[in-house]
């Protein structure tokens, strides 16, 4: 079946350091795939996604490109800050499907 | 605005009290979810709904209830909560294509519901 693996955290940064979440994704369709952001007490928001291979999904300087030769959706940020101290996940929607499968979830967070 | 609304944000209540936890999309959303969310085990989908009279079951589905009358509602009831339901649920919603599922549409949450069963 599908499922998602992301890297285990916690993950500890200093501000403006580069940020690597690594998610790699086991699908037997076409998924869309996405990340989404837990800031503390809230829920999740979606934070970028990609549709199709190849695609770039970028947003508050994170990017993430969809790497169907890898099965990979690594999200980047070239220069974190406080306020991106938060929870991240990876997910997957099969295109034509009726489920959303969600990594485990990462936990960031960045120090002044 | 468009949100999903869940009720209560907290609550703490006792083993086999029924309670029942709501949920509320203003987008007109197809499909509906319920998740619960533990420290290490990520979000675990308990039910979830395609549409109107058609519900299924997640991973966790033992000792919950789901039902969907109408689009816009879907309640998770727990008819005998016991302590190993005490955690942070989520509602969520998410508009879909007729035979095409999801097709790259976003989901959406609520801010989530801290239950605790003593």
């Known amino acids: 079946g599908d499922s998602v693996t992301q890297m285990e955290g916690p993950v500890t940064l200093s501000e403006e350091a580069f940020l690597t979440i690594n998610c790699t994704y086991t699908a037997t369709g076409y998924p869309s795939l996405f990340w989404y952001v837990q800031y503390p007490g809230e829920g999740l928001q979606l934070l970028l996604k990609a549709t199709k291979a190849d695609d770039k999904g970028s947003n508050k300087g994170f990017e993430a490109t969809y790497r169907k030769e890898t099965t990979s959706f690594h999200l980047e940020k070239g220069s974190v800050q406080v306020s991106d101290s938060a929870v991240y996940f990876c997910a997957l929607s099969e295109n034509t499907g009726n489920q959303f499968y969600f990594g485990t979830g990462t936990s960031l967070t960045v120090i002044p | 605005e468009a949100q999903v609304t869940q009720n209560p944000r907290y609550l703490i209540t006792v083993t086999g009290k029924k309670l029942t936890v709501t949920c509320s999309q203003n987008m007109n959303h197809e499909y509906m979810s319920w998740y619960r969310q533990d420290p290490g085990l990520g979000l675990r989908q308990i039910y979830y709904?395609?549409?109107?009279?058609?519900?299924d079951k997640g991973d966790v589905p033992e000792g919950y209830k789901v039902s969907r009358k109408e689009k816009r509602n879907f309640p998770l009831i727990l008819e005998s909560p016991s302590p190993n339901q005490t955690s942070l649920y989520f509602c969520?919603?998410?508009?879909?294509?007729?035979?095409?599922?999801?097709?790259?549409?976003?989901?959406?949450f609520g801010e989530g519901s801290w239950l605790t069963v003593v």
């Open positions: 709904s395609m549409n109107v009279e058609v519900t």
């Open positions: 969520a919603s998410s508009p879909t294509v007729p035979g095409q599922g999801f097709s790259g549409n976003t989901i959406y």
